[in-house]
């Protein structure tokens, strides 16, 4: 037969594992559901970023087959090719003609703005959008921003095409205005990706 002290000192001893297996449980079960939840987590930003990433590669596509949009591009571009932007705004009484074309330029330079709206939302994602079509967003910019300052002023709205104003002065100082997740570096690296677009 076993001494009994020995059975006793076995069994305090079974008695304190067992009690650090207890303690240790609740921790274990603390650290999965951190560990999970940190997945998960994870698992949703991945997610969300291929979604406003489609977005955006969606919103480009239907902008490029859209003729509405083209239309309104194309009279932007010859008016400011005329070098009437400013102009149509600034002019006391205007054509029927030229009535059309203020709003095609307005509709056309609303775009930007919307698509601004999108990434400020985090709907659409600005560095896909900046790899695209960086250069002719800030060309575009340059070739409004007079018309934009009267439109301003004769309003007296200085918030008329703020966001568009300020992406444009953003990338054009090599800054992200929503990106703040990539190196500084990667801006002064990448902007010959985009190149100038009529």
């Given at each position: 037969m076993s001494d009994p002290a020995t059975v006793i000192d076995a069994y305090s001893q079974a008695i304190h594992w067992t009690s650090y297996l207890s303690a240790i449980s609740p921790i274990a079960i603390v650290v999965s559901a951190v560990v999970a939840l940190r997945v998960g987590f994870n698992a949703i930003r991945h997610q969300r970023s291929i979604a406003r990433r489609r977005a955006t590669l969606d919103l480009l596509l239907s902008l490029?087959?859209?003729?509405?949009?083209?239309?309104?591009?194309?009279?932007?571009?010859?008016?400011?090719?005329?070098g009437g932007l400013k102009g149509l705004i600034e002019a006391d009484r205007l054509s029927v003609r030229e009535q059309e074309e203020l709003l095609h330029v307005k509709s056309f330079?609303?775009?930007?703005?919307?698509?601004?709206?999108?990434?400020?939302e985090d709907t659409l994602d600005e560095l896909f959008y900046f790899q695209f079509y960086r250069g002719a967003f800030i060309h575009h910019w340059h070739a409004s921003k007079d018309l934009?300052?009267?439109?301003?002023?004769?309003?007296?709205?200085l918030r008329i095409f703020e966001r568009f104003e300020r992406f444009a002065t953003a990338w054009e100082n090599n800054i992200f205005v929503t990106r703040s997740d990539l190196p500084s570096s990667y801006m002064s690296n990448n902007c010959q990706v985009a190149v100038k677009q009529g």
């Open positions: 490029e087959s859209d003729p509405y949009y083209q239309k309104v591009s194309a009279t932007f571009r010859d008016v400011r090719d005329a330079i609303n775009q930007y703005e919307l698509i601004c709206c999108g990434m400020i934009v300052f009267s439109a301003r002023a004769k309003s007296g709205n």
